[in-house]
């Protein structure tokens, strides 16, 4: 994600119920990358800072930034986006979260926390877009909440809230910043998506206060000087601006380019009131004269959500400079940002597109991180270390496989496969060759003489890969393909009847059994793809993959739209899964020796260890979300790589 606008386009993520059969919070472990993406920050006294992220779930640190812990989560529904976080200036242990979902139509709400992010209640404002929340310095009981339809005041620590705006406004609306004057609670400013305002009587009144700002302006953030609290700052697209007389006339401020014109926020030096610093998506810039000059103290691609001093003691000076970013996760700087080291012990909150594990070494695994400038990383110890996978990454990929002679890359835009080769560390395209006949030219009219045969190389999208004892298929838009590993050659197999799109294979270890999945049937083949039959499918409504347990032929799942269907009579019949599986849509079944495993695609992990005719969830309430990769750890535990927790560890199979 690069710009919290971004996250709208996220898949909405569809959270279930968990069930009461399920695996112990406990028995998992976040195993990395260390990092994420981190969406808001807060900080209070004595060096606790707390973290929100773009699935709900809050993280904290009690020793300023040196360890994070995942706290807990503020709604079930992974696709909160907990967008401003903060902390009651009387406990460091209340917190209120402002939350947005990505599923527009659903709105969002305020929640709240009495014992420091473990437990998260309802706070009021339920089916409100909440995009930001303050709390008067004056009056701390009073608290402010900026939504998609207007702003909303508490006067009673956030039991009630009362709408200030008037309702249907069309300009005091989609509110992204609020702020109170320090010396009076009646007196806020709002920041729209256009312009700001501003009411001295409590929101009886509002008057917008656009003067000298460009016009249709998003004022994402603003920051009232704590030593001269008619000095307003506020940032929005078209730059950073600066009010000296409550927001009457504002000044734009120089020296922060057009390019970083995004930022997210502002944070005064509470030791300096002269420095200001000012995240962007491009980067941190600071201001050592009240914003007159700026210079950019950063990498240019950090893109910067939150910044914050950690609070020490009254009697120290909060120093600790704390960056919250998207994909470098929490940085710090002890030296007023010049320098800066990474702070993500404890925090692996990265989007984890794909996870494979090496067949013949269950330590071994690769993850596709996206928000990582080394897109895959490697690990050779379970996860203690990661580190990017040599050589130049074929783009651009759209799954990871592995297989028994490595890695595998499926690549879009019918860009066929990519093999990495271990030893030289690059990754070798698969050929694609067809037959073609070249004929001589005419020596006269209809008439022509076949000089020889060719072979031409056509492009492919590779839907599936399945691997037999010296043998790769690739199930393709445009039928079936088997090769060797030795070539790396693919040619057409059954081209006489398999005609079009293959979306799914399975085969057995031995390749004489494989059954191909196309749009509207299933075809079985028990002669090494020489011969194909269709199995009865009629009641399988879109199919979408074909999975057997492992040593068993009979046991075939075909996973559709309406849930997982079995047959246990080699598909002769098929019959819905239910037994605790819901009927959604799910990614392929992934059968170990002794137990089964189906990921949906909705979010949740379901585990059966009688032949799928029971099944339990695995996952709690802190680790839902969309699973991506599944490996067993060779322990009778495994690994999964999630679009929201990085790559997990689950020790144990037996549940509660």
């Not at 020793?63 to 079930?76: I, M, P, Q, S, T």
């Not at 089964?596 to 059966?608: A, D, E, N, R």
């Not at 060779?634 to 929201?644: C, E, K, P, V």
Request: aromatic share 8%; with cysteine.
């Amino acid at each position: 994600m690069k710009h919290r606008d971004c996250l709208v386009s996220c898949v909405v993520v569809l959270v279930l119920a968990i069930g009461a059969n399920s695996i112990a919070a406990q028995d998992w472990k976040r195993i990395g990358p260390a990092g994420g993406d981190v969406i808001s920050l807060a900080a209070a006294a004595p060096n606790h800072l707390y973290l929100g992220m773009a699935d709900g779930h809050v993280y904290a640190s009690d020793d300023g930034a040196k360890r994070w812990e995942l706290r807990g989560r503020v709604d079930l529904r992974s696709d909160a986006v907990v967008q401003r976080l903060v902390v009651d200036s009387r406990s460091a242990r209340r917190l209120f979260a402002a939350v947005w979902y990505q599923e527009l139509s659903a709105g969002g709400g305020l929640f709240r926390s009495e014992d420091a992010g473990r437990v998260w209640v309802p706070a009021g404002l339920a089916g409100e877009a909440v995009r930001a929340v303050e709390q008067a310095p004056s009056a701390p009981e009073t608290f402010l909440a900026g939504t998609r339809s207007g702003v909303f005041r508490s006067t009673d620590d956030g039991v009630t809230w009362q709408r200030i705006t008037p309702a249907g406004d069309q300009e005091l609306r989609n509110i992204d910043s609020l702020a109170f004057d320090p010396r009076n609670p009646q007196t806020m400013y709002v920041g729209t998506y256009h312009l700001p305002w501003k009411t001295i009587d409590g929101g009886k009144n509002w008057t917008a206060i656009p003067a000298g700002m460009i016009d249709d302006s998003d004022v994402m953030s603003l920051r009232i000087d704590a030593a001269h609290p008619d000095r307003v700052f506020a940032s929005a697209c078209s730059g950073i601006y600066r009010s000296e007389n409550g927001g009457a006339q504002w000044t734009k401020l120089q020296g922060i380019p057009y390019t970083s014109r995004r930022t997210q926020v502002i944070v005064q030096d509470p030791s300096d009131r002269s420095v200001l610093y000012a995240g962007t998506t491009e980067g941190l810039w600071a201001t050592r004269d009240s914003g007159e000059n700026w210079s950019r103290i950063s990498p240019r691609d950090w893109v910067i959500n939150g910044v914050a001093f950690a609070k020490n003691s009254n009697s120290e000076p909060d120093r600790r400079l704390i960056l919250g970013t998207e994909g470098q996760g929490v940085v710090i700087s002890d030296d007023a940002g010049k320098s800066f080291v990474a702070a993500n012990d404890g925090l692996s909150h990265y989007v984890v597109a794909d996870l494979v594990g090496d067949p013949g070494d269950p330590q071994h695994l690769l993850a596709r991180v996206p928000g990582l400038p080394g897109v895959l990383q490697e690990t050779h110890d379970a996860g203690r270390t990661w580190i990017p996978l040599a050589g130049d990454i074929p783009s651009p990929i759209r799954k990871i496989l592995a297989g028994d002679t490595g890695w595998f890359a499926l690549l879009d835009a019918r860009g066929g496969l990519a093999q990495y080769d271990a030893a030289s560390k690059t990754w070798k395209k698969w050929k694609f060759l067809v037959q073609q006949n070249i004929r001589a030219p005419q020596q006269k009219a209809k008439t022509s003489r076949l000089l020889r045969r060719g072979m031409q190389e056509v492009p492919a999208q590779v839907f599936d890969l399945r691997f037999s004892t010296g043998k790769v298929y690739a199930a393709t838009d445009h039928g079936l393909w088997s090769g060797s590993p030795t070539n790396r050659v693919f040619r057409p197999s059954a081209e006489k009847s398999i005609a079009g799109s293959v979306r799914s294979l399975e085969i057995t270890a031995d390749g004489k059994d494989l059954w191909a999945l196309s749009p509207s049937r299933i075809l079985h083949s028990t002669d090494a793809a020489i011969t194909w039959s269709p199995l009865p499918s009629a009641m399988l409504d879109s199919p979408q993959w074909i999975r057997r347990f492992a040593g068993n032929s009979e046991i075939l799942f075909v996973g559709t739209s309406r849930g997982v269907f079995v047959s246990r009579n080699a598909g002769q019949t098929w019959d819905l899964l239910q037994a605790g599986l819901p009927a959604f849509d799910s990614n392929p079944l992934l059968g170990f020796q002794d137990f089964m495993i189906i990921p949906l695609k909705s979010g949740g992990l379901y585990l059966s260890r009688d032949l799928a005719k029971s099944w339990i969830r695995l996952d709690g309430p802190t680790e839902t979300g969309v699973f991506t990769g599944i490996v067993s750890d060779g322990q009778g535990g495994l690994y999964a790589g999630s679009r929201n927790e990085g790559v997990l560890h689950l020790r144990s199979l037996a549940w509660k």
